[in-house]
């Protein structure tokens, strides 16, 4: 199961992360990254600012978020196995 934290409104956060079902509807994880959290703003901001839009989505249109609450975990995921692989650079 993913987990969605927010640490200024942990109440709806422990609600939004009960209400998860696990099942990510690929059309509409299309709109998500489409619309709402790009790939290449995700890539770009802060987690606990990503974290925090996630919320806000999931207030805004409670339909996405399983959505929301995958696009965050798939980054946090990214951004750990990018902390812990080796950089080999070719000179």
Do not use: W
Request: glycine share 2%.
């Amino acid at each position: 199961m993913m987990q969605l934290t927010v640490t200024h409104n942990a109440a709806y956060a422990e609600q939004a992360i009960a209400s998860l079902s696990g099942k990510v509807n690929l059309l509409e994880l299309q709109q998500v990254r489409r619309d709402h959290l790009p790939c290449v703003v995700v890539r770009l901001t802060p987690l606990a600012e990503l974290e925090r839009r996630a919320a806000e989505l999931c207030r805004e249109q409670p339909h996405y978020a399983e959505e929301a609450a995958f696009v965050v975990y798939d980054e946090k995921l990214r951004r750990q196995r990018l902390a812990t692989s080796p950089l080999k650079i070719a000179l």
